[in-house]
């Protein structure tokens, strides 16, 4: 495909409520979102950083500067087949997976509109529905975190995943199963914890959680396998997780029994793919996270779980649940049983508001070709 024109610009969105993890609170998203013009069609990519490098060594301000210095002028300069060639085609930039998902997510897009199928059929999906879990941050008071609860599991979610760190822990587990003892329950400490809390961590198991979502260090393998040990929840690793070799190193390490996939931390659909198929092949479930996407990021993150082997419920909630009004059209609504229909319109399945985008940039640049290495 002849790539025409590749525009990166950034969105401010407030977030209807503001959203506390053990490392942070969000209160405004800054939505990164590449635009590739391509024979008389557009790909949309959005960046999924965060606002500080705090979740991963990414931010919005590291991935603008390798996408408009680096990545971005060296795809204007080729013309990808497919979104598959992605990856090579940034070989020579290490690591930045967040920055190469944003344009490679961008050429998917264009590749199932070419197609004219799905990005869900176009990744091999094969669900036609998806079940959907909520984040739930932390709050101020567990009787507000209670009231949440409530709203959500009247709207249908499936799961429910608390955020968690040492002082907002056990005490809001066992208010919460006093309240709601039949609910699918899970919790993410997104690295609070270290190894020496281990006999805390095993007190978790009293709560019959599904999971508990990355609880020691960002970058580690080898602990989570000594915890995993000693704890009969199994472990999920999010963060960890960069490509396929690191999910081979922590199945067969038994670091952890499930895997969260998300589409930026991996470096965009292909190497979602390849771990999603690395661990379905060796029984592993796995889920899609979310990263407070706007509506584009949502459609790609709702394609990706429609494969096989995404059986646990995902953190790919409803449009409202997160902004006043989305950028795309339809919003992402999720029915009463808490599933989101996977669509077989062309490309995304969902239009960009293009009118809103527009009035909501807040910095937009065109990016030229030029080749990376000279
Ligand atoms: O660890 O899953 C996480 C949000 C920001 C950063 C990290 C995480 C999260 C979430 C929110 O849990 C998921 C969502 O988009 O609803
Ligand atoms: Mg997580």
Known sequence: ???????????????????????????????????????GLIGWGEC??????????????????????????????????????????????????????????????????????????????????????????????IGELLE????????????IKLKCKPGWDVEVFERVRHRFPGITLSCDANSAYRLKDADHLATFDSFDLLMVEQPLWYDDFYYHSMLQKRLDTPICLDESIRNRRDALAAIEMESCQIINI??????????????????????????????????????HNIALSSLENFSLPGDVSASKRYWAEDIIEPEVTVSAKGEIAISDAPGRGFEV??????????????????????
């Open 1 to 39: 495909m002849k790539i025409d024109a590749i525009y990166l610009r950034e969105l401010n969105l407030p977030l209807l409520r503001p959203f506390q993890t053990s490392f942070g609170t969000t209160k405004d998203r800054r939505v990164v979102l590449a635009e590739i013009h391509s024979e």
């Open 262 to 299: 998300k589409l930026g931390r991996v470096g965009g659909f292909s190497e979602a793919v390849a771990v999603h198929n690395a661990a379905f092949e060796r029984g592993i479930p796995v889920w899609c996270g979310g990263m407070l996407e706007s509506g584009i990021g949502r459609s």
């Open 148 to 159: 949440l609860i409530e709203r959500e599991v009247a709207a249908g979610y499936q799961r």
């Open 48 to 141: 999924t950083a965060g606002e500080h490098p705090n979740f991963s060594e990414e931010s919005v301000d590291s991935c603008w500067q390798v996408i408009t210095d680096e990545l971005g002028p060296t795809l204007a300069a080729t013309s990808p087949e497919n979104g598959g060639q992605c990856p090579r085609i940034f070989g020579a930039v290490r690591g930045n997976r967040m920055a190469k998902a944003t344009l490679e997510n961008a050429i998917w897009d264009l590749e199932a509109q070419r197609q004219g199928i799905s990005l869900s059929r176009l990744l091999g999906g094969t669900r036609n529905v998806i079940p959907c879990g909520v984040s739930i941050g932390i709050q101020s008071s």
């Open 353 to 374: 508001r293009t009118d809103l985008v527009e009035r909501l940039t807040v910095r937009k640049t065109e990016i030229r070709a030029h080749a990376l290495v000279s």
